[in-house]
């Protein structure tokens, strides 16, 4: 009876532990949406990587996040407005909320995200 309680106490662990585990956001990979992105290599910029994101996708072009906007994100016109919102905007772009009636091109996903993980500095 002992020789058959070890081994499956020894299996249900091992599987216990298994199905805790997941794969991180951190520096690529996938986060359960879908979505991925990879930081192999690339240091957006603000001034010419996000910045242009925010004009034609987020806030110029859409009127979504304006200057003026009553949208419940707030306008993203600037660095400032962008870095208090950031882990906000991270969380929309990975779940696939944001932008709304569009989507993010790879290129566009992985510029914004990994800008976010270095820290959102204004550059």
């Not at 001034?47 to 110029?60: A, E, N, W």
């Not at 882990?87 to 909320?97: D, M, P």
């Not at 566009?108 to 993980?117: L, P, S, V, Y």
Request: aromatic share 6%; hydrophobic share 35%; proline share 6%.
């Amino acid at each position: 009876m002992k020789k058959i309680i070890l081994p499956s106490f020894i299996i249900a662990a091992t599987l216990f532990l298994i199905s805790c585990s997941k794969s991180s956001p951190g520096n690529g990979g996938g986060n359960g949406s879908g979505i991925t992105f990879s930081c192999s290599g690339i240091s957006p910029k603000f001034s010419t990587d996000v910045q242009p994101i925010l004009t034609s996708v987020c806030s110029i072009n859409s009127n979504c996040h304006g200057a003026g906007s009553g949208n419940s994100g707030g306008p993203f016109n600037n660095q400032a407005e962008v870095f208090a919102k950031r882990s906000n905007i991270r969380a929309a772009i990975l779940a696939g909320t944001m932008p709304q009636g569009g989507s993010l091109t790879q290129s566009q996903i992985n510029a914004f995200i990994c800008w976010i993980d270095n820290g959102a500095p204004n550059n």
